[in-house]
C-alpha cells in the first residue's frame, strides 16, 4: 500500500502562487501515476494534474494548463504541485493520489489518496 500526506494548502489572493506537497511512502515500486485532484464545495472531485512515476511525463487539465506544474523529487518520495497565477476558482480541497495502473483523470480509478489541503483564493 502507498501512503500519502499533503502539505502547503492555504488563503492567499488571486494572481498569487503557492506549491503543494505530497510526501509518497509505502509500496512505491507498484505506482504507475501520482496525480493531483481536487473538490470544491458542491462540486465532483476533478483531475488536476498527473504524472507517470516512472518517465516523469505530465497531463493537465485545460483549467489549469500554463499555470499549474505537477513534477517530484529525484528520491520520489515527494510530488510537487506548483500553481501559479491562482484565480477565485481554484479554490478547492486537493488530494494526491497514487494509481497502480495507468495515469488517468478518473478518481474512482486511484487505488490511494491523501487526507487533503484546503486552497482558498480570494479576489
Known amino acids: 500500500q502507498v501512503f500519502l500526506a499533503e502539505s502547503g494548502g492555504g488563503s492567499v489572493q488571486a494572481g498569487d502562487s503557492l506549491r503543494l506537497s505530497c510526501t509518497v511512502s509505502?509500496?512505491?515500486?507498484?505506482?504507475?501515476?501520482m496525480a493531483w485532484f481536487r473538490q470544491a464545495p458542491g462540486k465532483e472531485r476533478e483531475f488536476v494534474a498527473g504524472l507517470r512515476w516512472s518517465s516523469g511525463t505530465t497531463s493537465y487539465a485545460d483549467s489549469v494548463k500554463g499555470r499549474f506544474t505537477i513534477s517530484r523529487n529525484n528520491a520520489k518520495t515527494t510530488v510537487y504541485l506548483q500553481m501559479t497565477n491562482l484565480k477565485p476558482e481554484d479554490t478547492a480541497v486537493y488530494y494526491c493520489?497514487?494509481?497502480?495502473?495507468?495515469?488517468?483523470?478518473?478518481?474512482?480509478?486511484?487505488?490511494?489518496w491523501g487526507q487533503g489541503t484546503q486552497v482558498t483564493v480570494s479576489s
Open positions: 509505502g509500496a512505491t515500486f507498484n505506482m504507475y501515476a
Open positions: 493520489a497514487a494509481n497502480r495502473k495507468l495515469l488517468s483523470t478518473i478518481s474512482s480509478s486511484y487505488d490511494n
